[in-house]
């Protein structure tokens, strides 16, 4: 088996030349042999500054990461907005430090090649992971017939390629999981198992030498920052309270302070245009403001452009938006799927209510529902509500509660300045991917027959909710 390190060093060391090969050509392709001295002194100085900032930028939109079993498109999202904003970078030193001006054509011309030469080295990567993990057989274990249409949903959505369902096992039936068990190449275990059962089979998954993808509880994702730690001869777990340090909290304020207000001045063009056009294409005002539960329960208006019609929920009451919601605009159709709605939240930052990077604020009626269902559901309230966060980043409006308090309870646990950025850097991703934007899907697709026809399970025990 190769070496991880000596692997991410091949591919950071073939994107740094990649890098530079397309600066290079460029410069040839628009002077051919007549390459003027000072854009090549002004490459020369700028050299090192460019391959450290594409490193960042590709660290950051997770270029370096285990691809397996993760999507190709995802990959071009990332290798094309990365390389986009290293042009941009270029230009930005182009313009502000005139000795180091490259032409335009240049930049423009190395972006192109840049996006090619990389595009394919991570291709490869990919390509070399996907052979490594092949195409796995998998068996689905669960409570009832309902845990594994859910399960297998997840895993047909998921990226083609990675996966073929082979059959859906009920937890208590052990007869038959052991035979299926030896069909199968991975088991996906449903987190509705009765924590004795789900030992058991993982003792004889881990017996059979198959692979396990297990959807973890609550108090299981708190160990993912355990320490270890020795009391004696006693092996012993620290899991530290769930909410930030006084350093973490001052560093995290300082940069939801500096970048806001920096994006507010950015975005500020935009966000004119949006106050004046959405009151002339819905009636109503154009800013939305919702009581939401911030850090500790604490009470704050939360500020939005307005997607819906006005006064959306006087008939309805709190309820969550759906795929093809008739409340929606023209313009907040627009508007919900590039995130621009939620560009107001940027002064709920600079005032301290919320923070750039955190779990998405919700509303009480929602928390106390919640919370009767899902008891942990109060750990988001340990730091403050978020504009984006990681439910936002590698999930999907639709996500499911539980997912998404999964998220969240990561994010707290495992904070960082650093994994703030890679966050806010990643939700440029999430703003060109319209599918993230979808709202809650409702059940009776076409794709539920598909899934039916999977598990060999029939409509009637779905509808009845019965047990396999």
Known sequence: MYNKKTYLALIILLDTLAIHAGFIMAFFIRFQNNLPEENLVAYQQTALWLSIVSIILFYFFELYSNWARKSYHQLIYSVTISVGLMMVFTMAVSFWYREFAFPRSVILLSGVLNLVLIGIIHTAVWYTQRLTFGKKKVLIVGQDVNDGLLIANKVLDHNKGWFTVKEFVPYYDQPKFLLSLTQAEVVILSPNIPKDEKV??????????????????????????????????????????????????????MMDLCLSIMMLVLASPVMIALYVIIPLTSPGSAIFKQERIGLGGRRYQVLKFRSMVNNAEAYTGPV?????????????HFIRTTRLDELPQLFNVIKGDMSLVGPRPEREHFIDQFKKAIPEYGYRLAVKPGITGLAQVMGKYSTTVEDKLRYDLMYIHNYSFVFDLKILFQTLLVVVQKQKSAGVQNAGSEKEQVLLGLLNISEQEVAAGKEY
Do not use: C, W
């Open 320 to 332: 969550l938006a759906t795929q093809g919601d008739s409340r929606i605009t023209k313009i907040g």
């Open 200 to 253: 058991n089979i993982i003792h004889h998954t881990i017996q059979q030498n198959k692979e396990i993808l297990l959807v973890p509880e609550t108090y299981e994702l708190f160990m993912l920052s355990a320490e270890a730690q020795q009391i004696d001869d006693m092996p012993v777990l620290s899991i530290k309270p769930s909410k930030l340090s006084t350093m973490q909290r001052t560093t995290k304020r």
